[in-house]
């Protein structure tokens, strides 16, 4: 708590692996309660996450090390509450997320040489979007519908055998088997106390 009406959290992860240097991940949220039923948010995040274990192991065998994968976010939501029963949410953020792969070492077969492996960079992805949510909850009746949308900005540094974005050779500016829209209904009703129903519809659209 850092003021009656802002809260303040703050949290770090350290990760390390045999084959990796020690990876630091931080995150950041602001919370501003505006009245007892709304409130607003603020979060920042990075993520560095480590390669595979086949990855792993291959570039050590190779005398590397695979580099890590990192996303940095940040992101602003409102969340409003009416009576005992619906909430509203609305949220929107952008990322910025770097892909890096290993190739495994080839023979050249003319040369009878072994070409070693190396760690190589994908690219760098930028994306934005935002997603909105109305759930109703009372008693035994849980409603949830959601609707999401999500863009490409650009991508940096791409390499010539990835397969994210087409956006790079000059065709589209839109993310590889994605939809930019994505639509959610979701309905649990616990009719008995060990008894529960539950169904769910997904509708990916826009691609």
Known sequence: ???????????????????????????????YGYSDNQTWKFLYNKSVKRAGE????????????????????????????????????????????????????????????????????????????????????LDAHNLSLSHSYSKLIDIKMPNDSQYITAQAYGYGDDLNTWSNHISKVFYRWQFQPTWMFTTSVRIYWGF
């Open 1 to 31: 708590m850092i003021a009656d009406d802002f809260t303040l959290f703050a949290g770090a992860r350290y990760d390390k692996h045999n084959y990796t240097d020690w990876f630091f991940s931080p995150r950041l949220s602001l919370v």
């Open 54 to 137: 086949f990855d792993l192991r291959n570039a050590y065998l190779d005398g590397g090390r695979a580099l890590e994968e990192t996303l940095e976010s940040v992101e602003f939501s409102y969340t409003h509450t009416q009576g005992e029963a619906f909430t509203y949410q609305a949220s929107v953020f952008a990322q910025e997320i770097e892909f890096w792969s290993f190739s495994s070492p080839v023979i050249d077969q003319s040369a009878e040489l072994l070409i070693k492996g190396f760690n190589q960079p994908v690219g760098i992805v930028s994306v934005w979007g935002g997603e909105f949510e109305m759930s109703y909850k």
